[in-house]
């Protein structure tokens, strides 16, 4: 099975068989293992290589499906519909750590504080809560190759993810942990780019000057669903990162 002959289900995981099969997939086309345009496996053949029932592979494909990243073709089979960016993926929403990994870089993260909020009218907007309901606020440093690469934060709503603070989310993916811990899964994302300059405390966690030009990414991610789960901000060094995109008419 092309860019598939090592995949593996683990049965005895709490994360669904068909979540499990959707990953596998997602990230072999994201790696590019399986190339844009090749033919899938067939249910049929998924489930003969993986002992899987055809329920799980049909609700795998229906998910990639809906996500964009492969095509039904009637009479002819199911295929890979389209190439990831290279770079950082601002159209796939996958967790840092799998976005360093697929472009084999070495990486590690630092948490900086973590804090109980609440009473903030923008998070309540952007994540649907009232004014009394608390996030879990949470600002880390991410490090590519050794090097200072993204400043994140995070405000996750208590009501979502209760306990959420039990978690080292130094150590583990935030939306490992969505997905492992509360069979939460993100589906989609409503994402905003700006540019701004940097200010003192950009200025020395990155060492640049102050004035640097700043990357800021907002980004509200939303459960299978329909409910928006992390309101995240992202700030990146200007000079250093850049984006690519492909732009195609439909």
């Known amino acids: 099975m092309t860019g598939l002959s090592g995949l593996y289900l683990d049965k005895t995981s709490p994360m669904p068989l068909y979540e499990q099969l959707r990953q ?69 929403q996958l967790s840092f ?37 608390r996030c879990y606020h949470i600002c880390r440093m991410r490090y590519v190759d050794d090097k200072p690469f993204v400043l994140v934060e995070n405000y996750i709503p208590e009501s979502a993810f209760p306990g959420i603070e039990r978690f080292d989310l130094a150590k583990r993916s935030l939306y490992e942990v969505f997905e492992k811990e509360y069979r939460v899964r993100i589906v989609r994302a409503r994402r905003m780019i700006r540019a701004q300059t940097a200010d003192r405390k950009f200025a020395e966690l990155f060492g640049v000057p102050c004035g640097s030009p700043v990357l800021y990414i907002t980004n509200v991610a939303v459960d299978q669903n329909d409910r928006p789960v992390d309101f995240s901000k ?11 995109f492909d732009v195609v008419n439909q």
């Open 24 to 92: 596998a997939l997602l990230e072999a086309i994201i790696s590019g293992s399986i190339q844009e345009g090749t033919k899938l496996p067939t249910e049929e053949e998924l489930c003969d290589q993986l002992g899987i029932s055809r329920p799980v592979a049909r609700q795998a494909y229906s998910a990639l499906i809906a996500e964009g990243y492969v095509e039904r073709m009637r009479g002819r089979g199911t295929f890979v519909h389209r190439q990831e960016n290279r770079g950082r993926f601002l159209d796939a």
């Open 97 to 133: 750590a799998k976005e360093m990994d697929i472009l084999g870089k070495t990486h590690r993260t630092e948490m900086l504080f973590q804090e109980w909020v609440s009473g903030d009218l923008t998070l309540a907007s952007k994540l649907n809560l009232g004014l009394d309901e």
């Open 234 to 244: 992202e700030y990146l060094d200007g000079v250093t990162q850049k984006f690519e």
